[in-house]
């Protein structure tokens, strides 16, 4: 059995009901939020060297034969980074580009909604989504005071920044 899925550069994708082998060329924040989807993620991009991953290189420069070679049934890029090699990557397994920096779908929780989609896994995600939300609820009801009238301000050193596509960004968004 398959699914099909449709991708952010709106190609049709058709994967395997069940994921078992997933290549995951994406930044470290999709990384992450799919980890918690328990997602067989059998490679990825600048790891590090004690991993017992498939290393495919570095996000901008990968390593289409450690791609080939550690055969995945779905690769999971990012758009602006890997649209330029979809066909190449396409040809060894059923390819689903991300765009987290232009698409607003990313703002928050709703990278989650996508990830689980990718997965097969979204009533689940979302019985786990509401009962977040109800802890959030409670959070602020416990806090005694409205956030809805407030500002955050977050200092991060050297270049890195805080999205609303982190993990951070998703607690700031639902808490606003």
């Not at 050297?158 to 609303?164: A, D, E, F, G, Y």
């Amino acid at each position: 059995m398959s699914r099909v899925l449709i991708d952010d550069m709106g190609h049709e994708i058709r994967v395997k009901e069940f994921l078992s082998r997933v290549a995951m060329l994406t930044q470290v924040p999709v990384a992450l939020q799919l980890a918690e989807f328990k997602l067989p993620i059998i490679g990825g991009c600048s790891l590090p060297k004690d991993s017992t991953l498939f290393d495919y290189g570095s996000i901008k420069n990968v390593d289409i034969d450690a791609i080939i070679s550690s055969k995945p049934d779905l690769i999971i890029g990012i758009k602006k980074i890997h649209k330029k090699i979809y066909k190449k990557l396409n040809s060894i397994a059923p390819t689903f580009l991300l765009d987290p920096l232009n698409n607003s779908k990313f703002r928050g929780l709703h990278i989650y909604d996508i990830l689980a989609s990718i997965m097969g896994k979204s009533s689940e995600y979302n019985f786990y989504k509401s009962e977040y939300l109800k802890r959030i609820d409670e959070l602020k009801r416990k806090l005694s005071f409205e956030v809805e009238n407030k500002s955050a301000v977050v200092l991060i050193p050297k270049k890195s920044r805080v999205t609303l596509i982190s993990y951070i960004g998703a607690i700031f968004e639902v808490l606003s």
